[in-house]
């Protein structure tokens, strides 16, 4: 018998790995359930084949897409060509990119080569451009998949992926409820399971809104950072495109990608390309997070408001330190937000007018004037026909200066308070939206009401700052998101700090019961 006793602890290590075999197969994850960085490691290694990746979204989507309408156009044939051109490679021992096998998905309102791209609207339903806007040919360079375009407001205009000529989205984690907007697609394709990755674009909190709302991570980068070559521009000094995930290092990961110069865009700022994985720390020990009172004072939820609150605690127990800031003129930013965004929005849309872009009627018998007139009314939804005429209205002679010119100005303001504001801390934080997300109509008629529900969002915009928002924490089942606001190119300051508040809690590893 005591010759057997050496033989035990062999057995008992034998027993141990065994059982963390089981306890690795029970974990495992459907390759849609995945994260884009395990992927990524399993694609590369040859552990995971890229069509196998495509074929699980393909066949989440079939499950799910019914319900979510998450998509306009689903690439499905191109997705699968291109996971076997990946999968070729490999095995010819070439080396690949950095989203090999990752199905991304886009905002219908980027160009995407020889694939029909309608800003969400009937007067752009048949439109195929003959190009790639810039991100999407970074995300190809670097062996991603394009799955599909998603779901947004019309031309980006919206706050619940409502106003939508192929109807609206719905919120994965309540049917019932709206995603948020515009890119509400886009956010709930990666909440859903529909995709790995995301782009949306943000022009007053049209990223990080549905982030917020489909607890999902979404940043708004600093203006100029990323190309808009290729964008169907709505507001052109707002806008931004950022990248969307189920979690801040993904998120870090697939804006490392898009990031950079691009010569073909004008507003694209010269700073050198970055990568962000690498620099995300473990730490927010001596890291001033900025609370201004009125982000969660009146008008805020009050669910929403405690939520945020904890988190903040949290961080404060992390190491990190809560100071009280102000910000002078932020109550001026929505109308300002508003008056510049419908002004550039008017310009932007005069050209689909039927001769050189958009819908064409055939009736000959129609002058100019109503041909015009009536290609526009039958084209555009009712919420951007009110952004025009509203626009139009501030650019007009006589109330360019009472309007347009004063809004730039007070942005002027608004920046200034901000830069003040950050001398004394590292980032700020507030709730992302002041509301839970609401019931799909309930607010369809009372644009105003909607129009105050980006509050919170629109200062990044009229800035020009990176805002990122990553997912606090559920009040009845519904999400909340966190926003942290960082000092231009800072993005890094706020992957940190969503980095180690996400890691405190189980929130990445939830999924929405579909």
């Not at 998101?481 to 231009?488: H, I």
């Amino acid at each position: 018998m005591s010759q057997l006793y050496p033989t035990l602890p062999r057995r008992r290590e034998g027993i141990s790995r065994l059982r963390e075999s089981f306890k690795e197969v029970e974990n495992l994850k459907k390759p849609y359930q995945m994260s884009c960085r395990d992927i990524t490691k399993l694609v590369t290694r040859g552990q995971l084949p890229a069509v196998e990746v495509v074929s699980s979204v393909l066949e989440r989507i079939s499950q799910v897409e019914g319900r979510v309408h998450a998509f306009i156009s689903i690439m499905e044939g191109e997705a699968l060509e291109r996971a076997k051109e990946i999968d070729k490679k490999l095995k010819e021992g070439k080396q690949v990119g950095k989203l090999a096998g990752v199905p991304v998905a886009i905002k219908d309102n980027m160009s995407t080569a020889g694939s029909r791209t309608t800003c969400g609207s009937h007067i752009l339903e048949n439109y195929i451009p003959p190009y790639n806007a810039t991100v999407v040919d970074r995300l190809l360079m670097e062996d991603a998949i394009i799955i599909g375009k998603t779901n947004m407001d019309e031309f980006a205009m919206g706050t619940t992926t409502e106003n939508s000529y192929f109807g609206p989205t719905r919120n994965p984690w309540d049917l019932k409820k709206v995603p948020g907007g515009s890119s509400g697609g886009s956010a709930a394709a990666v909440s859903a399971g529909e995709a790995i990755l995301s782009l949306g674009s943000d022009t007053g909190g049209s990223v990080r809104c549905p982030a917020s709302f489909c607890s999902v991570v979404g940043l708004k980068p600093t203006y100029g950072l990323v190309s808009r070559y290729g964008l169907i521009a709505y507001a052109d000094s707002l806008e931004q495109i950022g990248p969307i995930a189920k979690d801040v290092n993904d998120c870090a990961l697939l804006f490392s990608v898009i990031n950079g110069y691009d010569p073909k865009d004008s507003t694209s700022n010269r700073k050198e390309k970055t990568e962000y994985i690498s620099g995300l720390e473990e730490s927010v020990e001596g890291m001033k997070i900025g609370v201004f009172s009125e982000f969660f004072g009146k008008g805020v939820n009050a669910y929403v408001s405690d939520i945020a609150h904890k988190s903040l605690k949290k961080l404060e127990r992390l190491g990190a330190s809560l100071v009280d800031i102000l910000l002078s003129h932020l109550s001026y930013s929505l109308p300002a937000y508003y008056i510049i965004a419908m002004s550039e929005a008017s310009s932007n849309l005069a050209r689909y007018d039927g001769v050189r872009y958009g819908l064409y009627s055939d009736d000959e018998a129609k002058n100019w004037k109503s041909f015009y007139s009536d290609t526009r009314q039958k084209g555009f939804g009712a919420e951007v026909r009110r952004r025009i005429i509203l626009g139009t209205y501030a650019l007009s002679a006589g109330y360019f200066n009472e309007y347009y010119l004063k809004a730039l100005q007070l942005r002027t303001l608004i920046k200034r308070g901000f830069e003040k504001a950050f001398e004394t801390c590292d980032v700020i934080a507030s709730p992302t939206m002041p509301v839970l997300p609401f019931d799909i109509g309930e607010k369809i008629d009372d644009p105003l009401s909607l129009y105050l529900c980006d509050i919170h969002t629109v200062p990044a915009n009229l800035t020009g700052m990176p805002a990122l928002s990553i997912p606090c924490g559920f009040s009845d089942g519904l999400p909340v998101g966190l926003q942290l606001t960082a000092p231009l190119f800072r993005e890094d300051l706020i992957f940190n700090l969503g980095q180690v508040l996400e890691k405190s809690y189980e929130i990445p590893n939830l999924s929405p019961n579909l």
